[in-house]
């Protein structure tokens, strides 16, 4: 046995595609050539019936679960949930990780070379809408053989595109989970991704999204960007028990001058430059314009339960108690479209202090309850071959 | 099995749609898709019994019934079904209501408290009935609104409801000859199968 530990998909190795087969965008650009860049764990069975699909949220990619050496110190990021005996268990499926288009990861996107100018795509890369990640998502199945999926798993933005899946090729989908999504993003939420857009826009390296050009990136920008995200993502009363009103230096004593610094603005600014170095801010800026755009009944009257009408598969969707940005009502806005539908759905609203980031952190009855589904549709895999 | 719901099933065609207020571990639900060929969903607010129904491959919802069913559609399903909960809601005949606006029909399990049993300990100990069905105490029973086969009749007969079947049931079977003469003494459970007139 290698040095990884119990229960995980161990070592991993990314693949890349090349597609020459033009893509015509949900706003009317054709992309001519695109790479896609993708993980796989487990074994895909004799008739292609236990295929998984992960579709990641704004900031993720490829790399879900596993490690690429021995020396990577962090696995995946939804390693918690993917692997052999997890909920996404590895022994039974097909996983298919990938990230989409417009990421820095990888695919193509932002920082790819534009084939026409010869130049980095930069703020030119085309704005793209969920389904135009469905298509690119479909495309790979296409290549891959998988006719159907098993299910299709997302959270957050990744849970908009496992629902978009269950309208434009239900015949493709058996089951659709959605944790932490919605059917669109209130205006609040809007809100939230605009400001984080005007800091990357704000800062003088961004050089209205130009920055590769001039050797430079906006990475103050991108920094407070993340933080704003990141404010949201934690629950306020997860982030009291975590940092409180704690220092991480300086003091209040009389008389004395230091700097201060409260342990929440160091861990904030931390994950900020962290990520300012890692994501590029021209993909950050696509990502949350893609999320924005996301109205799943918009071409359905707007009306989400003549949307779902389309859908033939089974549907999970999950909430988090302290989730305020893709809050539990967002969820069961979801959940009564699909009741009103009359579409199969189990619903489980998680007990959690971890905001909206807890669909990536361990959790006793999400885990049962996302296990407990996926087993199922193992057990309806193993009956349709025998 | 709980002995309503062996029952059950006798009321309900195939394939029919069925919502089920409170279901609990899925266990009707099951037995409803593997008898019937229903095409079910359930409501339940207990934590470790929505994963059993996850666990029996069966829809549900986590859902607190005492906020109302004001989503549902009228008619929206063939057969609506609370078992053994409609006592513990805050107002038993607002959702008696809602079940056959949401149901064309529905079907409705309760403890019997006019059984002898109960009134017999209330009359020689002069104190709330507490038995293995009813397990509580007064005051931290889930049960706040309890009534009998008399008054459930009465109030059904106040909404212009009219009775499809009724069963009047004993976990003993040296009862259901009383049962079915002396219902509101001798049934310990009473099934109620109904629609609007």
Known sequence: MDGFPKGSVGLVEAKTQHFDTPLPLANGRVLSEYDIIYETYGELNSDKSNAILICHALSGDHHAAGFYSEDEKRPGWWDHYIGPGKAIDTNHFFVLSLNNIGGCNGSTGPLSINPKTGKVWGENFPTLRVRDWVETQKRLADLLGIKRWAAIVGGSLGGMQAMRWSLEYPDRVKNCIAIASALKLTAQNIAFNETARQAIMADPNFFEGRYSEHNTIPKDGLAVARMIGHITYLSGDGMGEKFGRELRSGSFSLGCDDPLEFEIESYLRYQGTKFSTQFDANTYILMTRALDYFDLAREYNHNAVEAFSHATCKFLVISFTTDWRFSPERSKEIVQALLHAKKPVTYAEIESSYGHDAFLVPNKRYNDVFSGFMANIAHDIKRGES | ?197
Not at chain 2, 36 to 55: A, F, Q, V, Y
Not at chain 2, 60 to 87: H, P, R, W
Not at chain 2, 173 to 184: D, E, G, R, T, V
Request: charged letters at 25%.
């Open chain 2, 1 to 197: 099995m709980r002995i309503d719901l062996d029952i059950i099933p006798s009321y309900i065609k195939d394939n029919q749609d069925i919502l089920d207020l409170g279901c609990g571990d899925g266990t009707l639900l099951k037995l409803l898709r593997d008898e019937k060929n229903s095409n079910g969903i359930g409501l339940e607010n207990d934590h470790d019994k929505i994963t059993e129904c996850i666990e029996k491959n069966i829809a549900v919802v986590e859902f607190d019934l005492n906020k109302g069913l004001q989503q549902f559609d009228s008619n929206s399903y063939d057969i609506v079904i609370m078992t053994l909960a409609l006592q513990a809601m805050e107002r038993p005949d607002h959702v008696l209501d809602e079940m056959l606006r949401i149901g064309k029909e529905c079907i409705i399990t309760f403890p019997n408290f006019g059984h002898w049993r109960a009134r017999l300990h209330l009359m020689l100990h002069g104190k709330m009935p507490v038995s293995d069905l009813l397990p509580y105490q007064w005051y931290d029973t889930p049960n706040i609104h309890f009534c009998t086969v008399r008054d459930f009749e009465a109030l059904c007969i106040e909404k212009n409801i009219s009775i499809i079947h009724k069963d009047m049931v004993s976990e003993k079977n040296i009862s259901s000859f009383l049962c079915k003469h002396h219902p509101n003494l001798f049934s310990e459970t009473a099934i109620y199968h109904l629609t609007r007139n």
